[in-house]
């Protein structure tokens, strides 16, 4: 089965660091783009980062909000990828998604597989 | 940074009816353009991807258009399963960022 599930939210104080796990299954991990987005609780979407697929440079990219505090990183032969959250504030409370970029045939991207998300809650 | 910038942010329509979602861009990102719907509780899901295509499982009740700065997203004969919050996201360039959402209620 095609599937992304995600892992390792939790409770953490702010200041706190937690690591964010998402397995993936059912297609070839390796060569995938991924992508964590998170949401607040009752807001929007928010993009966090994207870590490319190594044959195409694996190339790391962050939201201005996370810099310097989040790391993306994958293992591909675990079939996972990471989300290091350090620094954490209260603001950063929200579910966390990890999510494959695809391109259409002209190489326009979308998010195409979604996992359920893992809630992060910071909190004194 | 790309803004996205959705109308409404709510809206209530019945069934049958026929609702228009507009979506506008702090400047152009051409057609990398996608819809995402999410039911409460749910992940969103991959609606329709650049501009105009219309991701497999949905109905061809739903048509997206625009290029450029200003995009729709039209859902015909609203069916009760239509609920939920819509999002546009540009794919333009990072950091990819997403419409506030538009909350569509069916009477």
Redesign the interface.
Same mark, same amino acid.
């Given at each position: 089965e095609v599937q992304l599930v995600e892992s390792g939210g939790g409770l953490v104080k702010p200041g706190g660091s937690l690591r964010l796990s998402c397995a993936a299954s059912g297609f070839t991990f390796s060569d995938a783009w991924m992508?964590w987005?998170r949401q607040a609780p009752g807001k929007?979407?928010?993009?966090v980062g *994207?870590i490319k697929a190594k044959p195409d440079g694996g190339t790391i990219?962050?939201?201005?909000p996370v810099k310097g505090r989040f790391t993306v990183s994958r293992d591909d032969s675990k079939n996972t990828l990471y989300l290091q959250m350090n620094s954490l504030k209260i603001d950063d409370t929200a579910v966390y998604?990890c999510t494959t970029?695809v391109p259409?045939n002209?190489g *326009?991207?979308?998010?195409?597989l979604?996992? *359920?998300?893992t809630l992060v809650t910071v909190s004194s | 940074d790309i803004q996205m910038t959705q109308s409404p942010s709510s809206l209530s329509a019945s069934g049958g009816d026929s609702v228009t979602i507009t979506c506008r861009a702090s400047q152009s990102v051409s057609s990398y353009l996608n819809w995402y719907r999410q039911i409460p509780g749910k992940p969103p899901e991959l609606l329709m991807y650049a501009a105009s295509s219309l991701q497999r499982g949905f109905p061809s009740r739903f048509s997206g258009s625009g290029s450029g700065t200003d995009f729709t997203l039209t859902i015909d004969r609203l069916q009760p399963d239509d609920f939920g919050t819509y999002y546009c996201q540009q794919s333009y360039n990072t950091p990819y960022t997403f419409g506030q959402g538009t909350k569509l209620e069916i009477k």
């Open positions: 992508n987005v929007g979407l928010e993009w *994207r990219d962050y939201a201005a998604y970029e259409d002209w *326009r991207f979308y998010f195409d979604w996992g *359920r998300g | -």
